[in-house]
């Protein structure tokens, strides 16, 4: 795995921090996710990465 962390730059440790933990879910991440979804949907698939942001962050949600 080096080799390849190395061509992309990324810390080992990283690399084998996130093939560990893939499988976690965060209930709140899971959440957000379903409500970026849903607005998307809803606007016929015409809502891009800003309108959803701030739909979301109108919603009270902390987006970046």
Do not use: W
């Not at 730059?9 to 996710?33: F, M, T």
């Not at 409500?35 to 701030?54: E, F, L, M, Y």
């Amino acid at each position: 795995m080096k080799p390849i962390c190395k061509l992309f730059d990324v810390n080992p440790s990283s690399y084998y921090y996130r093939v560990n933990h893939k499988d976690i879910i965060h209930p709140e991440r899971a959440q957000l996710k379903q409500a970026a979804i849903d607005i998307h949907a809803v606007s016929r698939g015409a809502a891009g990465a800003r309108t959803i942001t701030g739909q979301l962050t109108q919603r009270g949600e902390n987006v970046g």
